[in-house]
Nanobody
C-alpha cells in the first residue's frame, strides 16, 4: 500500500508562486506514474499535470507554461512548482499515483489512479 503525503499549500497573492510536494511511502514509487489534480469549491476534480517514469510530462491547458511537475526518485517525491498564480487556481490540490501505464486521455481521469494524497489547500487572492 502506497501512502502519499502532500505539503506546501497556503495563501498567496495573484502573481505569486508556491511549490507543492508529495512524498510516498513505497520504494517502488519511482516507477509509478505521478499526477496532480485539483478541486475547486463546487467543481469536479480536474487534471493538472502528469509525470511519467521516463521523465515526460504533460499539463492541462489552464496551467501550461506556469506550472512545472518534477520528480526526485531518490527522495520518493513529486513536486509541483506553481508560478504566476491566478485566483482561479484556488483549489485543494491532490497528488496521485498509478502503478499502471497511462496514456492519452486516460491520464486525465482520476479513477485511473490507484493512490491519492489527502490534499493541500492553495488559495490565491486577487
Amino acid at each position: 500500500q502506497v501512502q502519499l503525503v502532500e505539503s506546501g499549500g497556503g495563501l498567496v497573492q495573484a502573481g505569486g508562486s508556491l511549490r507543492l510536494s508529495c512524498t510516498a511511502s513505497a520504494r517502488t514509487f519511482s516507477s509509478y506514474i505521478k499526477g496532480w489534480f485539483r478541486q475547486a469549491p463546487g467543481k469536479e476534480r480536474e487534471f493538472v499535470a502528469i509525470s511519467w517514469s521516463g521523465g515526460s510530462t504533460y499539463y492541462a491547458d489552464s496551467v501550461k507554461g506556469r506550472f512545472t511537475i518534477s520528480r526526485d526518485n531518490a527522495k520518493n517525491t513529486v513536486s509541483l512548482q506553481m508560478n504566476s498564480l491566478k485566483p482561479e487556481d484556488t483549489a485543494v490540490y491532490y497528488c496521485a499515483a498509478s502503478s499502471r501505464y497511462l496514456s492519452g486521455s486516460n491520464c486525465n481521469v482520476d479513477r485511473n489512479y490507484d493512490y491519492w494524497g489527502q490534499g493541500t489547500q492553495v488559495t490565491v487572492s486577487s
